[in-house]
């Protein structure tokens, strides 16, 4: 379940596409850069206090949470093609990254140490890693398709459909008791 919960939350039609919003919107290359960079230090500074956030409450909602706060951010894209708006999106974007990498992992790793099969972690996360990429693969083709069909603002609201469906979805994903460590 797991698994798949992962895969969906790859598929966003956004992915395909984004950079060629942000030209098509006007921003030059310098501009898109900038938010890369942006995205990057927000990622960067966020994953150690998320991290901890991720082990104090539920990693499930956590999840939930991350769901929406990038809905949040592809719903500025879709709405505003600006500057300011794009670089709120990957401000938004970063955070929700850094929670689903916290939360994400570790109940994964809760997991398995759960049923006695922590030693299989990495295994078990290249299939994730791997079901992630074919899934980005499939949300490429998919982009494609609603670009042709209603351009841009039907992949933004595609994408925020998706966001908030991972954030639904990650409710019921199974998550493990934790051992308290004395």
């Keep these: 379940m797991a698994v798949g919960w992962s895969a969906l939350s790859h598929t966003i039609p956004f992915f395909a ?18 938010l890369f960079i ?17 082990d104090r409450f539920s990693r499930r909602y956590v999840l939930a949470l991350a769901g929406l706060i990038q809905a949040g951010g592809y719903a500025l894209w879709t709405v505003w093609h600006v500057f300011a708006a794009f670089a709120a999106g990957f401000v938004l974007w970063g955070l929700a990254g850094s929670l689903v990498d916290s939360a994400f992992e570790a109940l994964i790793y809760d997991g398995l140490a759960a049923i ?20 980005q693969l499939a949300g490429d083709g998919v982009a494609t398709l609603l670009f042709t069909l209603g351009g841009f603002t039907f992949v933004g609201w595609a994408s925020v459909g998706v966001c908030l469906a991972t954030g639904l979805l990650a409710l019921w994903l199974p998550e493990a008791q934790r051992q308290v460590d004395e």
């Design 17 to 34: 596409l984004y950079a060629l919003l942000f030209a098509d919107s006007g921003l030059s290359g310098a501009d898109i850069s900038a």
């Design 38 to 54: 942006v995205w990057c230090v927000v990622g960067l500074a966020s994953n150690v206090p998320f991290g901890a956030l991720a």
């Design 116 to 135: 006695g099969a922590a030693g299989h972690y990495v295994r078990v996360q290249g299939w994730v890693t791997a079901a992630e990429l074919a899934a």
